[in-house]
């Protein structure tokens, strides 16, 4: 007969976080995400991510875009926590700045994202070439 020991390792929920960074840009390549827009999107995301139990890695506003890194202790899909930030944001953002509502849509932000898993800040390059797709996706 045959023996083995079994041995239970303890576990912890770090041992199974997923990390993604996360980029929007506006909706409008003459939105200029300024510091008032910029302080207030990064406030946003830090009271979303508190009432989800996410946990932002880094956070950076610049003039075309708004990128950002999330742990999560727990599964979840890609489109389930972008779908939240971006359509929340948006809510906020068009309540607080009306004069960035344009009446032909509720979505401040481009469509689409970019998510890479991890939390590294995407290359520059990567980001430029990102803008420029959809930017040629809109027809701009």
């Given at each position: 007969?045959?023996?083995?020991?079994?041995?239970?390792?303890?576990?912890?929920?770090?041992?199974?976080?997923v990390s993604y960074t996360c980029l929007l840009i506006p909706r409008s390549p003459l939105q200029d995400l300024n510091n008032e827009l910029s302080s207030s999107l990064q406030n946003w995301l830090v009271s979303i991510c508190e009432s989800k139990h996410w946990q932002i890695e880094f956070q950076t506003v610049r003039e075309g875009y708004f990128q950002w890194g999330l742990r999560f202790s727990s599964p979840i899909q890609i489109g389930q926590f972008m779908k939240e930030i971006r359509t929340r944001t948006s809510e906020l953002v068009l309540d607080h700045f009306?004069?960035?509502?344009?009446g032909t849509t509720t979505d401040f932000w481009a469509p689409g994202y970019l998510v890479v898993l991890g939390t590294?800040?995407?290359?520059?390059?990567?980001?430029?070439?990102?803008?420029?797709?959809?930017?040629r996706q809109q027809g701009n």
């Open positions: 007969m045959i023996s083995f020991d079994i041995v239970n390792e303890p576990t912890s929920a770090e041992a199974f976080s009306s004069d960035l509502r344009d590294r800040p995407h290359p520059q390059a990567l980001i430029e070439h990102y803008i420029k797709l959809i930017r």
